[in-house]
């Protein structure tokens, strides 16, 4: 009887020992959901190296997102970038001793562009905004087309201020930087709105002599049609 108090004992405290050591050792992966995820796309979120897991930690899905969040986090850190760790191991205590205190909710956006009053007046405008590269044309006061834009060089600076297209060539030529200017639409001295074969091809990496580029060339053909001499062009930052 002794025997078999002791044997049960002994294999209670062996099962409890099992069903412990299967708890600290739950491998977490793709698929799985529960409170250890839970815990690990918080630290993913917080992690002080980086947020590792972009949009918050809400939520208990072990998803996607957390997946690559914790492969990066893996490699970051030295392990191997599988997706998956264990709870209870140095790695799983390793990501938790890096969480950080929940970060800041971002700042809400402002709804659309800061733009001049003199872009809103009855008429056509062009208005160049240096702020976020764009070129938008408003018709009374209407914005009917947005494009990118690109702006002088340091050297060759686009001017800014309010001004008035005074002549349009829709096949021009710059013999002075030997290039072409296609729907020229000039607003100050030698300074002009239009297609730019170069900004289509490098973008940002390059610069103007100080024209307002356009890499449209469908809309910045719509541009030249509509545009009259006489027109008010807007550069402003």
Same mark, same amino acid.
């Given at each position: 009887?002794?025997? #078999?108090?002791?044997?049960? /004992?002994?294999?209670?405290?062996?099962?409890?020992?099992?069903?412990?050591?299967?708890?600290? !050792?739950? +491998? #977490?992966?793709?698929?799985?959901?529960? !409170?250890?995820?839970?815990?690990?796309?918080?630290?993913? &979120?917080?992690?002080?190296?980086?947020?590792?897991?972009?949009?918050?930690?809400?939520?208990?899905?072990? &998803?996607?997102?957390?997946?690559?969040?914790?492969?990066? @986090?893996?490699?970051?850190?030295?392990?191997k970038a599988d997706g998956r760790i264990t709870v209870g191991t140095k790695e799983w205590q390793k990501l938790r001793s890096e969480q950080?205190?929940?970060?800041?909710?971002p700042k809400p956006k402002p709804k659309g562009p800061s733009v001049p009053a003199a872009c809103k007046v009855k008429g056509r405008v /062009?208005?160049?905004?240096?702020? $976020? &590269?764009?070129?938008?044309?408003?018709?009374? !006061?209407?914005?009917?087309?947005?494009? +990118?834009?690109?702006?002088?060089?340091?050297? +060759?600076?686009?001017?800014?201020?309010?001004?008035?297209?005074?002549?349009?060539?829709?096949?021009? @030529?710059?013999? /002075?930087?030997?290039?072409?200017?296609?729907?020229?639409?000039?607003?100050?001295?030698?300074?002009?709105?239009?297609?730019?074969? &170069?900004?289509?091809?490098?973008?940002? *990496?390059?610069?103007?002599?100080?024209?307002? *580029?356009?890499? $449209? @060339?469908?809309?910045?053909?719509? /541009?030249?049609?509509?545009?009259?001499?006489?027109?008010?062009?807007?550069?402003?930052?």
């Amino acid at each position: 009887m002794l025997v #078999l108090l002791a044997t049960v /004992l002994v294999l209670g405290i062996s099962l409890s020992s099992a069903t412990s050591a299967q708890a600290r !050792g739950r +491998d #977490l992966q793709y698929g799985m959901s529960g !409170g250890d995820v839970s815990q690990l796309r918080v630290a993913l &979120d917080r992690n002080k190296r980086a947020d590792y897991l972009a949009g918050g930690s809400a939520g208990r899905k072990f &998803d996607g997102a957390t997946k690559d969040g914790l492969k990066r @986090w893996q490699k970051a850190a030295g392990y191997k970038a599988d997706g998956r760790i264990t709870v209870g191991t140095k790695e799983w205590q390793k990501l938790r001793s890096e969480q950080g205190p929940a970060r800041p909710a971002p700042k809400p956006k402002p709804k659309g562009p800061s733009v001049p009053a003199a872009c809103k007046v009855k008429g056509r405008v /062009l208005c160049a905004s240096k702020k $976020d &590269d764009k070129l938008r044309y408003y018709e009374n !006061g209407s914005l009917k087309m947005t494009i +990118d834009a690109r702006f002088g060089c340091a050297s +060759d600076r686009t001017r800014e201020g309010t001004f008035k297209v005074f002549r349009k060539v829709r096949n021009d @030529w710059s013999y /002075l930087y030997d290039t072409p200017m296609k729907f020229s639409m000039y607003f100050s001295g030698g300074q002009a709105v239009h297609y730019s074969y &170069d900004f289509k091809a490098r973008g940002y *990496n390059g610069c103007s002599h100080g024209c307002v *580029n356009t890499r $449209d @060339w469908s809309r910045t053909e719509q /541009l030249f049609a509509k545009i009259r001499v006489g027109d008010r062009v807007v550069v402003h930052r």
